[in-house]
C-alpha cells in the first residue's frame, strides 16, 4: 500500500497555469504506476493522465492533450501534473491515483488504480 498527498491546488484564472504534485510514501513508489483523476460537481470522476512506473511512457485523456503534462521523479517519490491553458471546464477536485499491477499501459478505469489521495481543489475563473 502507498500513501498519496496531493498538493498544488487552487484559484487561477483561465489561461494560467498550475502544477500539482502528489507525494507518496509507503511501499516503494516506482513500483506503481500513477495516474490523475478529477471530478467536477455533478459529475463523475474522470481520467486526466497515467504514466508509467520508469516515467518513460505517459497517457492522456483529450481533454488534456497539448495542455497537461504528467511526470514523476521516482528519487523524491512524486508525482506532478503541470496543467497549462486552463479553462473553467478544468475546475474540479484533482486526485492522483497508484496502480500496482499494471505499468506502461493505458488505464482509464479508476476502480484499476488501487490507492488514492485525498484530492486537491483546482478552480479556473473565467
Given at each position: 500500500?502507498?500513501?498519496?498527498?496531493e498538493s498544488g491546488g487552487g484559484l487561477v484564472?483561465?489561461?494560467?497555469?498550475l502544477r500539482l504534485s502528489c507525494a507518496a510514501?509507503?511501499?516503494?513508489?516506482?513500483?506503481?504506476?500513477?495516474?490523475?483523476?478529477?471530478?467536477?460537481?455533478?459529475?463523475?470522476?474522470?481520467?486526466?493522465?497515467?504514466?508509467?512506473?520508469?516515467?518513460?511512457?505517459?497517457?492522456?485523456?483529450?481533454?488534456?492533450?497539448?495542455?497537461?503534462?504528467?511526470?514523476?521523479?521516482?528519487?523524491?517519490?512524486?508525482?506532478?501534473?503541470?496543467?497549462?491553458?486552463?479553462?473553467?471546464?478544468?475546475?474540479?477536485?484533482?486526485?492522483?491515483?497508484?496502480?500496482?499491477?499494471?505499468?506502461?499501459?493505458?488505464?482509464?478505469?479508476?476502480?484499476?488504480?488501487?490507492?488514492?489521495?485525498?484530492?486537491?481543489?483546482?478552480?479556473?475563473?473565467?
Open positions: 500500500q502507498v500513501q498519496l498527498v484564472q483561465a489561461g494560467g497555469s510514501s509507503g511501499r516503494a513508489f516506482s513500483a506503481y504506476a500513477m495516474g490523475w483523476f478529477r471530478q467536477a460537481p455533478g459529475k463523475e470522476r474522470e481520467f486526466v493522465a497515467r504514466i508509467s512506473r520508469s516515467g518513460g511512457m505517459t497517457y492522456y485523456a483529450a481533454s488534456g492533450e497539448g495542455r497537461f503534462s504528467i511526470s514523476r521523479d521516482n528519487a523524491k517519490n512524486t508525482v506532478y501534473l503541470q496543467m497549462n491553458s486552463l479553462k473553467p471546464d478544468d475546475t474540479a477536485v484533482y486526485y492522483c491515483a497508484a496502480d500496482r499491477f499494471r505499468d506502461a499501459m493505458l488505464v482509464t478505469l479508476d476502480s484499476s488504480y488501487t490507492d488514492w489521495g485525498q484530492g486537491t481543489q483546482v478552480t479556473v475563473s473565467s
